[in-house]
C-alpha cells in the first residue's frame, strides 16, 4: 500500500497519515526484539505507506528514539512526521543491574532511572536529547507524556515552554498524550494545543472522550491522535483473560467485546478493521495510532486499516445497543467521500 491518506494536526501545517506507527515496542516493551527486527518493521510500514511515527524517551530508556532515527536515516525528511514526548527526563543509574521491567516494562539494561519533570528547563532538556538520540534537528509534534499527577506543573511550566519552542520553529505542533480525557480536554480548551493524544478513551467499548475532549477540539481546531484502539487486546482477540486496560476484562465488556466481533464477521469484515475505522466517525480525529514491532504486524494493520466496514454493521451495532444511537460512525463524517474509496469511508 502506498500514499495512505493524511490529515492536518491543527493549524500549524503539520499533516500526519491516517493510520501512524506506536514506536513502544521498538523499546522492547515487555519482550526484546533484535536492531534488525526493528528495521524490518519499520521499512514494511514505510513500504505500507505509513509516515507518522510516535516514539518517546520513557520507551525502552530511549532505546524507541534510538531505533527510530537510525531507520529512518537517510530518507527524506520532509515526507515523514516524528512525535516524541516530554515529562521523563532520563537521568544516569548509579547502580545498571538488572532489566527495567519492573519499573518501566521495558526488557532493557536498567542503565539509567526516569526523573518527572514538566519544567520548563526539564522540557528543554528532555528535546535536546530526544534530538540527539533521533538525529535529527527538529521535532515534528511533541506531547506532554502523561501528567496526571503533575498537572499544575504541565500548565504552568510544560506548555508555555512547548508554545515557546513552537514560536522558534524546534517543534511543529504541540500537546498532550495521555490514558483519560478529562486533563487533555482542559488542555484543549485552555490552551493553544494543535493536538492531543487519547489513549484508550475512544473506542468500540469506550466512548469518554466523546462526552467532553471531542466536542471541544472540533470547536477549537484541534486535532486528535486515538491511540490504544484495541484497549490492550480485547478488541483484537476477545477471547476469555483477554486485557482491557491492562488488566482482564471483566465478563459483561468480553461478552460486549465477543458479540461485536460476531457482527463484524456477519457483515463480511473483522473486529479489528472496526476498531481501526470506528474513532474516524469524529471529524477531530487526525490518526490512530497501532503499536507494531515486527513486520506481520504491520501487514495486517495495514490490510485492516483498508478492510471495507459496511454501514450495515455500524447500522446494527447502534440498534442492537452495541453501540450508543448517537455515536457517530465513519460513514456519517466522511459523506462528501466517494464510495469505494476506502472501507470505513463508505456511505
Same mark, same amino acid.
Given at each position: ?7 492536518? *494536526?491543527?493549524?500549524?501545517?503539520? =499533516? ?5 506507527? !506506536? ?18 518493521? *519499520?521499512?514494511? /510500514? ?71 519533570? #514538566? ?7 528532555? %528535546? =535536546? ?25 504541565? #500548565? ?17 505542533? %504541540? ?14 480548551? $485552555? ?34 491522535? %486515538? ?8 478488541? /483484537? ?14 465478563? !459483561? ?26 474513532? #474516524? ?23 485492516? #486499516?483498508?478492510?471495507?466496514?459496511? /454501514? $450495515? ?8 445497543? *452495541? ?13 462528501? %467521500?466517494?464510495? !469505494? ?7
Amino acid at each position: 500500500m502506498s500514499g495512505l491518506p493524511r490529515r492536518p *494536526l491543527g493549524p500549524g501545517g503539520v =499533516e500526519v497519515t491516517e493510520l501512524s506507527f !506506536g514506536a513502544a515496542g521498538l523499546g522492547n516493551l515487555h519482550t526484546p526484539i533484535t536492531d534488525e527486527q526493528a528495521a524490518a518493521a *519499520l521499512d514494511h /510500514a514505510w513500504a505500507a505507506g505509513i509516515r507518522y511515527f510516535d516514539t518517546a524517551p520513557h520507551y525502552g530508556l530511549g532505546l524507541s528514539e534510538r531505533r527510530l532515527g537510525e531507520a529512518l536515516r537517510g530518507r527524506d525528511r520532509s515526507s515523514y512526521v516524528i512525535s516524541t514526548k516530554v515529562g521523563r527526563l532520563l537521568e544516569p543509574a548509579d547502580d545498571v543491574r538488572g532489566n527495567d521491567l519492573a519499573d518501566g516494562g521495558f526488557a532493557v539494561p536498567r542503565t539509567h532511572h526516569r526523573v518527572w519533570d #514538566f519544567s520548563a528547563d526539564g522540557v528543554r532538556r528532555s %528535546i =535536546e536529547a530526544s534530538l540527539t538520540r533521533l538525529g535529527i534537528d527538529r521535532v515534528d509534534v511533541v506531547f506532554l507524556h502523561d501528567p496526571d499527577h503533575h498537572e499544575e506543573e504541565a #500548565f504552568r511550566e510544560g506548555y508555555p515552554a512547548l508554545e515557546k519552542l513552537r514560536s522558534e520553529g524546534v517543534v511543529g505542533a %504541540i500537546g498532550a498524550g495521555m490514558n483519560q480525557a478529562g486533563m487533555l480536554t482542559r488542555f484543549v480548551r $485552555d490552551t493553544d494545543v494543535d493536538t492531543v493524544l487519547c489513549a484508550g478513551r475512544y473506542t468500540l467499548l469506550d466512548h469518554q472522550a466523546l462526552t467532553e475532549l471531542l466536542p471541544a477540539a472540533a470547536e477549537r481546531g484541534a486535532s486528535i491522535v %486515538i491511540g490504544g484502539v484495541f484497549n490492550s487486546g480485547l478488541l /483484537a482477540d476477545p477471547r476469555p483473560g483477554a486485557r482491557f486496560d491492562y488488566t482482564e476484562a471483566p465478563p !459483561g465488556l468480553l461478552a460486549r467485546a465477543q458479540a461485536l466481533r460476531t457482527l463484524a464477521e456477519r457483515h463480511g469484515t473483522t473486529l479489528r478493521a472496526a476498531a481501526l475505522a470506528f474513532p #474516524f466517525g469524529h471529524p477531530a480525529v487526525a490518526s490512530v495510532l497501532v503499536g507494531i514491532h515486527a513486520p506481520e504486524q504491520v501487514t495486517d494493520a495495514a490490510a485492516q #486499516f483498508a478492510a471495507d466496514v459496511p /454501514a $450495515d454493521f455500524w447500522r446494527e451495532a447502534r440498534e442492537t445497543g *452495541l453501540l450508543p444511537p448517537d455515536v457517530p460512525v465513519p460513514q456519517e463524517a466522511r459523506a462528501d %467521500i466517494p464510495q !469505494g474509496v476506502r472501507g470505513r469511508d463508505r456511505l
